[in-house]
């Protein structure tokens, strides 16, 4: 439905801050609807003209339709739905249909969401990818005597962001899990086995499907794999590769996704694929699929390699419009990584502008404010203070530019311990702020 003035109109769920600018950019009329959390985090603020609602879940397709209804935003209709939230997925797909706007449909949502028929669809197109086994409730496994794979991932069978994600080695390992996410009273309850492919690298492919066609993928690789990175306490790090200097990974990559998406059933919008690489062979093995662009510098990654916006393109596959195009290659190499943190309450850090005085970093991002309690261990792969995206002629070139900003970093983050008895906070102002102690002004 069009508004008066001929704009469409679409319905977001959630706050992605590039599809919020491609509706500004392209005079997209957009209602947007999120949740306490991301009201709470106010890392992203919705932009005027746009128009913000409120609710308590934006995955919640009761409370998005109340509060639509309570602004009287319900009856006039949209031309299209979007949501770049996992949890939002298939709430988005139902919303759309609800709306009559174009629609992957429910059945392909939950495809991307459920790891288990994700895989199944996957291997049924003849596609390699691991063994999968469903678990009814992580609570109890008493129905296991032994793990179905030698060595296998624990993970929820619809979660995100690496979260509740371990490798288990034996039984007692999976009983062990099993009694510490009993006793956290852990809201997910149906998780998954995984078989375990070791020995690979990590590589995602990120792009864009219009009409059952892929316009465009860009391939790159993790430096460690996401669950390593969060098992080892490592920064989340991506490098992207160059068509030209990596044509044989886009050769093995793209094809093989291809495949992947359309076994998938995505015919329209942007995707994030994870797969996993074995360098002595060559050969690639599916991981997993999301139908919403990319975490991390994703996003900032491809539009500075590839001029490709993710957010444009994802709005206009909403409302059923073939994404404009314009890809052009930026010569030479690109990473991006997690800022860390350490445990404890961030005092402070370089900020934004101060990192893209450094060498090569063309963009950054600080995300956490001072105050912030920093917990002991990454625990997801959205832990971090901050990101930051390097480049440089080479490979080399970049990896010792994204070294040295992660090390200039790390040597001016100021946190506090948290905690600790008052003399220890003491003691540590005194070594962090030598010059800020006023001692005792009577006995000077």
């Known amino acids: 439905m069009e508004n008066g003035d001929g704009r469409p109109r679409v319905l977001l769920l959630g706050t992605d801050r590039y599809v919020l600018e491609a509706c500004v950019r392209r ?15 106010g890392l992203i603020e919705v932009p005027a003209p746009l128009r913000p609602v409120r609710v308590e879940d934006q995955a919640n397709p009761e409370q998005i339709l109340a509060a639509l209804g309570r602004a009287g935003l319900a009856a ?45 669809a996957v291997a049924a197109a003849g596609l390699d990818t691991a063994r999968i086994t469903v678990i009814e409730d992580i609570h109890d496994v008493s129905a296991f005597e032994t793990l179905p794979y030698p060595r296998a991932v624990l993970k929820p069978v619809a979660g995100a962001a690496t979260s509740h994600t371990t490798v288990v080695s034996g039984i007692e390992q ?25 020995g690979s690298e990590e590589w995602c492919v990120d792009g864009v499907v219009f009409d059952g066609e892929l316009l465009f993928a860009g391939v790159g690789a993790y430096h460690a794999p996401c669950l390593s990175a969060v098992e080892q306490n490592l920064p989340v790090t991506v490098r992207r590769f160059d068509p030209d200097a990596d044509a ?54 491809l539009q500075a390699k590839f001029n490709v916006s993710l957010g444009a393109a994802a709005l206009a596959c909403a409302l059923g419009r073939r994404p404009d195009l314009d890809v052009r ?38 995300e956490s404010p001072r105050g912030t309690l ?9 832990q971090r203070v901050g990101q ?57």
């Not at 005079?27 to 985090?41: Q, R």
């Not at 900003?405 to 962090?432: K, M, N, T």
Request: glycine letters at 10%; proline letters at 6%.
């Open 27 to 41: 005079g997209v009329d957009a209602v947007v609807v999120y949740g306490s959390k991301v009201w709470d985090n």
């Open 248 to 301: 044989d990974a886009y050769a093995k990559a793209v094809p093989f996704a291809a495949r992947a998406l359309a076994a998938l059933g995505l015919r329209a919008g942007v995707f994030h694929m994870e797969l996993f690489h074995d360098p002595a062979t060559g050969r690639l093995v599916f991981g997993e699929c999301a139908a919403r662009g990319g975490g991390a510098l994703i996003h900032e990654e």
């Open 174 to 198: 999976l009983r062990e899990h099993s009694r510490a996410y009993a006793a956290e009273h852990t809201p997910q309850r149906t998780f998954a086995l995984e078989e375990f492919v070791g």
């Open 388 to 444: 930051v995206l390097v480049t440089g002629a080479d490979r080399e070139e970049a990896d010792a530019r994204l070294a040295e900003a992660l090390s200039w970093f790390g040597e001016r983050l100021i946190v506090a311990p948290h905690g600790v008895p008052p003399r220890r906070l003491r003691d540590w102002q005194r070594e962090a702020f030598p010059r800020s102690d006023p001692g005792d002004a009577l006995w000077r």
């Open 374 to 382: 920093v917990a002991d261990g990454i625990g997801t792969t959205n």
């Open 329 to 366: 290659v930026r010569p030479g190499a690109m990473a991006t990584s997690y800022l860390l943190g350490r445990p404890g309450v961030l005092v402070s850090c370089p900020g934004a502008r101060e990192l893209m005085e450094r060498p090569n970093v063309a963009f950054a991002r600080i």
């Open 76 to 120: 006039a209709g949209f031309d299209g739905v979007h949501t770049s939230d996992e949890w939002a997925l298939v709430t988005a797909t139902l919303l759309a249909e609800h709306f009559g706007c174009p629609s992957a449909g429910p059945e392909v949502a939950v495809r991307f969401r459920d790891k288990f028929l994700q895989k199944a």
